[in-house]
């Protein structure tokens, strides 16, 4: 199937590592030009490098995404870079972890704020595109019950439901809006790599609850991103897409 991503345009924010930079590379293998930031600039470099390896024109900058201002500016920049911008995608995130005043802050900031700013800021472009496209990043964290009352959560969830409204608003001007809730996604040096060297048992004990009896990868996901991004799919819009191999056990309607 051709997705109709070859030269469009799709500026990714916290990018550099995990299912962002996986994203990036999928998009990248479509033939899609593609702007990255992450706090990090070792990371977007190589990011950077690994996207123009696969023919396409791409941009980087180490941003740090709790600064508004830069932010915003940064996707500005990305956008003239590229020469216009068809999706826009935040994986920033604060992680899960305790409650306390600090990760509430830490997460409404940066999972669901930089997801609006980014928004916002990519907006005068998406409404030029001819198919443009946002993707909220949520989590099966905010579908069921997982580690107890917890800002990340929460906030995901909050996520989901800014998208599904945003979609209705946005519709009319041809702009799609769908969410992806991944459940347990293994990456090498990420949280649940963490899990499984220091908390073993929980992390078996995940395992065993996955009907596919696995975690699932980035590019998994990734690839279902690109899909729901692309032009292949234009009459699709609000969804939540929920990529868990199984493990939430709720009906899916």
């Not at 799709?10 to 706090?39: F, Q």
């Not at 993707?135 to 800014?162: C, H, M, R, W």
Request: include cysteine; charged fraction near 20%.
């Amino acid at each position: 199937m051709d997705l109709g991503l070859k030269g469009m345009k799709a500026i990714l924010a916290g990018a550099s590592k995990g299912i962002g930079r996986a994203t990036a590379e999928a998009l990248a293998a479509e033939g899609c030009d593609v702007a990255v930031c992450a706090r990090g600039q070792a990371g977007v470099d190589a990011t950077v490098a690994a996207l123009k390896a696969k023919g396409v024109k791409a941009f980087g900058q180490a941003v740090d995404m709790a600064d508004a201002d830069a932010y915003r500016a940064w996707v500005a920049k990305a956008a003239g870079e590229l020469g216009g911008c068809d999706i826009f995608i935040s994986f920033a995130s604060a992680g899960g972890g305790p409650a306390s005043e600090d990760t509430w802050k830490a997460t409404f900031n940066l999972d669901l704020m930089a997801t609006y700013r980014g928004v916002e800021a990519a907006l005068p472009f998406l409404e030029k595109s001819k198919a443009g496209s946002i993707v909220a990043v949520a989590s099966t964290a905010a579908l069921e019950d997982f580690f107890g009352p917890q800002a990340y959560n929460a906030v995901k969830a909050a996520v989901i439901n800014y998208a599904s409204a945003l979609s209705q608003q946005l519709a009319p001007k041809g702009i799609r809006v769908n969410t992806v809730s991944p459940g347990p996604v293994f990456i090498d040096g990420g949280s649940w790599d963490q899990i499984k060297t220091h908390m073993r048992p929980l992390y078996d004990q995940t395992v065993k609850a996955a009907p596919m009896g696995r975690l699932g990868t980035g590019e998994e996901v990734a690839k279902a991103i690109a899909f729901m991004a692309s032009p292949a799919c234009p009459f699709m819009t609000g969804a939540n897409v929920v990529i868990d191999g199984g493990v939430t056990k709720r009906v899916q309607f």
